[in-house]
């Protein structure tokens, strides 16, 4: 055997151990991850399209030109643990936030009381509306099902707006949750980039498009898939590609577009995390602004 073959297995061994640990909240589960999702992506952006799903509205802010946002990934939520929505809710009320919004992994398991518990959670905490994309775990089991009837579409878009008239911001929800994006969500895409003329585009996607020249298996699975997000990114100037899933927090700015990868706003802390955290973004007029904050820094 070469001598360099037993450390080629130790440095397969080590990326297997941090795929298993980045994947989910202490890594897989029975019963979860090995059993495929009930559903295909191209089943979700039909129902989605065709409002087969609890409607999305766009949030009224107070000036179409001046508000703030929070957002959050990977909150993995469970009745069984603590949880920072508490906390994000006095941030929103103590400052310019109009909504805030997920990129997916709400939940830990995608079961009815999980998701029974998210809406609890939002309802005695938030007084802003919030919305997420979905996420792997969100798919878990007949988590699709439940996520459409309690959360929402997989794909949607949407423009804050004030009693004025709409705001110059566009923000577009799509379905990467089992890590394909599929041809009719891609034309779909495109066809809510090409027909904006908002000044600012955000796009929540659970899974990310890069994660450094050290590619891992926690990025979009298709090359090709990524390739044409990134010129349709370009192309559209996007100005941020909010997803999750990593659990780590890293940032590119690649094309003009800032790709932030957000860490786990879970209070539960894995050996793989970041520190739980959320992002304050403001707003104003042709500016936006962002600060990464992290739950433990507030003292209320």
């Given at each position: 055997?070469?001598?360099?073959?037993?450390?080629?297995?130790?440095?397969?061994?080590?990326?297997?151990?941090?795929?298993?640990?980045?994947?989910?909240?202490?890594?897989?589960?029975?019963?979860?991850?090995?059993?495929a999702f009930e559903?295909?992506?191209?089943?979700?952006?039909?129902?989605s399209v065709s409002g087969k799903t609890k409607p999305l509205n766009s949030p009224i802010v107070n000036d179409e030109n001046n508000f703030g946002f929070l957002w959050i990934t990977d909150p993995h939520i469970r009745t069984d643990r603590r949880d920072y929505f508490g906390k994000l809710g006095m941030f929103a009320d103590r400052n310019n936030v109009g909504f805030i919004v997920c990129s997916g992994d709400l939940t830990d398991s995608g079961t009815r009381e999980n998701f029974n518990y998210v809406n609890y959670l939002v309802s005695v905490n938030l007084t802003v509306p919030f919305y997420s994309a979905l996420g792997n775990h969100d798919l878990y089991g007949d988590?699709?099902?439940?996520?459409?009837?309690?959360?929402?579409?997989?794909?949607?878009?949407?423009?804050?707006?004030?009693?004025?008239?709409?705001s110059n911001s566009l923000f577009i929800f799509i379905d990467t949750a089992e890590c394909v994006v599929g041809e009719e969500q891609m034309d779909w895409i495109e066809f809510q980039l090409k027909n904006s003329s908002a000044k600012h585009k955000f796009i929540l996607s659970h899974f990310c498009l890069y994660d450094g020249e050290f590619e891992t298996p926690t990025i979009l699975c298709d090359p090709d898939e990524r390739y044409r997000l990134l010129s349709l990114l370009k192309k559209y100037q996007v100005d941020y590609f909010l997803?999750?899933?990593?659990?780590?927090?890293?940032?590119?700015?690649?094309?003009?577009?800032?790709?932030?990868?957000?860490?786990?706003?879970?209070?539960?802390?894995?050996?793989?995390?970041?520190s739980a955290q959320f992002y304050y973004f403001q707003i104003q007029g042709d500016l936006v602004s962002f600060e990464k904050i992290y739950f433990t820094e507030l003292d209320y």
């Open positions: 055997m070469s001598r360099k073959a037993p450390y080629f297995l130790f440095f397969l061994y080590l990326m297997g151990f941090m795929f298993f640990l980045s994947c989910g909240e202490g890594g897989f589960e029975p019963g979860t991850i090995f059993n559903t295909s992506v191209e089943e979700r952006f039909n129902e988590g699709w099902e439940v996520f459409k009837e309690l959360i929402g579409p997989s794909v949607a878009s949407f423009s804050p707006y004030s009693v004025n008239q709409v997803c999750g899933h990593k659990h780590s927090a890293e940032k590119y700015n690649i094309y003009g577009t800032y790709h932030i990868q957000g860490g786990t706003a879970s209070a539960y802390k894995s050996p793989l995390n970041d």
